[in-house]
């Protein structure tokens, strides 16, 4: 499968954006799908996952409460909707098929596609 994230942008503390991952090449119902997010200087790190049979939905910590994670088969795509954004969430951040969304946190290791990055800017 091919994943393909968007929509990172510029915003100020306290906004919102919306990222994107569209699928390709292989059956998107197949796969659990995950956000992980790398700033700099930082080690990537997982951000949420979703998965691919009930739809439960798994949160890292730090952006529980904030941020929703969806997706739609028939799109072939997931989103990352990310509202009260911090200094802190400043990163690249990638979409990823994964493993059991239950064996939280994933780490790398455990990914078997990336897409690219898009990059996330927040303001003070």
């Known amino acids: 499968v091919q994943l393909q994230a968007s929509g990172g942008g510029l915003v100020q503390t306290g906004g919102s954006l919306r990222l994107s991952c569209a699928a390709s090449g292989s059956t998107f119902s197949n796969y659990v799908i995950g956000w992980f997010r790398q700033a700099p200087g930082k080690e990537r790190e997982w951000v949420a996952c979703?998965?691919?049979?009930?739809?439960?939905?798994y949160y890292s910590d730090s952006v529980k409460g904030r941020f929703a994670i969806s997706r739609d088969t028939a799109e072939k795509s997931a989103w990352l909707q990310m509202s009260a954004l911090n200094i802190e969430d400043t990163g690249v951040y990638y979409c990823?098929?994964?493993?059991?969304?239950?064996?939280?946190?994933?780490?790398?290791?455990?990914?078997?596609?990336w897409g690219q990055g898009t990059q996330v800017t927040v303001s003070s």
């Open positions: 990823a098929t994964g493993p059991d969304p239950k064996v939280k946190p994933w780490s790398p290791e455990h990914v078997g596609y």
């Open positions: 979703i998965d691919n049979g009930d739809g439960s939905t």
